[in-house]
């Protein structure tokens, strides 16, 4: 069965400064991974995904990820952080096969201090 | 990009009455929609998966009878939360796959607050 794991619940840094979000899955096969952001009482909110190819995935509002098959990992960063930029963070994975279900992980929330 | 609308965003209801939550695709049809749970502070839990013109998949542990999905056209699926209770508030998110998407892609509703008083 295909799982993620999301090491750090909460995550605080501070405004302009880089940011790394730590993501783990397992999954049989080649994955397909994605991250999504929740802002508070909203739905979710595709940053970025990964199918195929390039392991350096860009995504929206500044946002990349790298696939690396060897850590089984799939780590988000943005190299300055905005104030806005504060929410729950979510990566998942996602199967090939049936649905195509999609497995979240726990979720890291992100504070941005001044 | 593709767009999903839930109805309503919130709702408060009493205990024993039943609650409809509808999720639209709004400009792309879509074949398969799940619905998600959602306990405050905690990820996301699929439910059940919704394919049009059959019946849904519910996972492991969720009552079919309490959370009846209905998947009427390509652009609407419902969830009907029966008897609601206390323990039934939740938030409750829809997302649709988009055939033009990408594997396992899925673009996703804002959510429906549920309370049961």
């Known amino acids: 069965a295909q799982s993620v794991t999301q090491p750090d619940i909460h995550i605080t840094v501070s405004e302009g400064a880089s940011l790394e979000l730590r993501c783990n899955y397992s999954y049989g096969a080649t994955p397909y991974l994605f991250w999504y952001v929740q802002s508070p009482g909203q739905g979710l909110q595709l940053l970025l995904k990964?199918?195929?190819?390039?392991?350096l995935v860009q995504g929206i509002k500044g946002f990349e990820a790298e696939f690396k098959r060897s850590q089984s990992s799939f780590n988000l960063r943005k190299p300055s952080v905005h104030w806005s930029d504060a929410a729950e963070y979510f990566c998942a994975v996602g199967s090939s096969g049936g649905y195509q279900k999609v497995t979240f992980g726990t979720g890291t929330k992100l504070q941005v201090i001044p | 990009g593709a767009v999903v609308s839930q109805h309503p965003s919130w709702v408060i209801c009493k205990s024993g009455t039943s609650v409809k939550i509808e999720c639209r695709s709004l400009d792309f049809q879509a074949t398969t929609m799940f619905w998600y749970r959602q306990f405050p502070k905690q990820s996301l839990m699929l439910m059940a998966t919704?394919?049009?013109?059959?019946?849904?998949?519910?996972e492991q542990g969720v009552e079919k009878d309490k959370f009846l999905i209905n998947h009427a056209s390509l652009t609407l699926s419902t969830l009907t939360v029966t008897s609601a209770h206390p323990e039934d508030s939740s938030f409750y998110i829809c997302?649709?796959?988009?055939?033009?998407?990408?594997?396992?892609?899925?673009?996703f509703g804002p959510g429906t607050r549920l309370t049961v008083l």
């Open positions: 990964y199918f195929s190819g390039d392991t």
């Open positions: 919704s394919n049009e013109g059959s019946k849904a998949t519910y």
């Open positions: 997302s649709a796959r988009d055939p033009a998407g990408g594997p396992g892609e899925q673009f």
